[in-house]
């Protein structure tokens, strides 16, 4: 069964800790997506990856977040010091090649008290 | 940048109307994908144009493009139920493929 999987799925956390997020993008899969989902401001891209390597992370704040790919079999997400204003949705997603739609994890539902 | 705006943003109606949900997009890109996402969940693909004129069809969904209009319709046929979602367009613009910029999301109600 392909999927992209994410860990956790809900995560509670007081502000000022570190947070981190973690995908399985589908084995085969060389491109990874972080994006976060909010009511305010809908579906944003953080950052993506493409064979392990960072290609894009401009949407991701620089002073608290960060992104890698260890292996082709995790990526991470990291945000450290979180704030409320990171509560959130965020997804990782994979397409299996260029031109094809992007498989999406369950997310992670975060919230910063 | 790349906007996507989608209309309506919010659309309510009854079980057996037709209706279409538009999604424009200000560059050109000639590939547009459409996800269906139920609340509290995560975004499902539904269809994945590549050209224009392409034209996809699943049950009472359809969808087209039109590159030279930047514009991509969903439309409905006698909705039922089930079909309350929220439908999102994205369109990519990477030559090298998949880099997704999302419209706002319709949020679709189906009333009995």
């Known amino acids: 069964d392909a999927r992209v999987t994410q860990t956790p799925r809900h995560k509670v956390t007081e502000m000022g800790q570190e947070v981190t997020m973690r995908c399985q993008p589908i084995?085969?899969?060389?491109?990874v997506f972080w994006y976060r989902q909010t009511m305010m401001q809908g579906l944003e891209l953080l950052a993506y990856?493409?064979?392990?390597?960072?290609?894009?992370d401009s949407g991701m704040p620089k002073d608290r977040f960060s992104a890698e790919m260890p292996d082709a079999t995790l990526a991470t997400l990291k945000i450290q010091p979180s704030e409320p204003r990171d509560s959130a949705v965020y997804f990782c997603?994979?397409?299996?090649?260029?031109?094809?739609?992007?498989?999406f994890g369950q997310g992670t539902r975060l919230t910063v008290v | 940048e790349l906007k996507v705006e989608q209309n309506p943003l919010f659309l309510s109606m009854q079980e057996g109307k037709n209706y279409t949900i538009y999604c424009n997009y200000s560059?050109?890109?000639?590939?547009l994908y459409w996800y269906r996402q139920d609340p509290g969940k995560s975004l499902e693909s539904l269809f994945v144009?590549?050209?224009?004129?392409a034209v996809k069809q699943e049950g009472r969904l359809m969808a087209s493009l039109d590159t030279k209009a930047r514009l991509s319709t969903l439309h409905i046929t006698a909705a039922v139920h089930d079909l309350s979602a929220t439908y999102f367009c994205?369109?990519?613009?990477?030559?090298?493929?998949?880099?997704?910029?999302f419209g706002e999301g319709t949020q679709l109600t189906v009333n009995p």
């Open positions: 997603a994979s397409p299996r090649t260029e031109n094809t739609e992007a498989f």
């Open positions: 084995l085969g899969h060389n491109t």
């Open positions: 990856f493409r064979n392990r390597a960072p290609l894009d």
């Open positions: 560059t050109t890109s000639d590939r």
């Open positions: 144009l590549l050209s224009n004129g």
């Open positions: 994205a369109v990519d613009v990477e030559t090298s493929g998949s880099r997704l910029t």
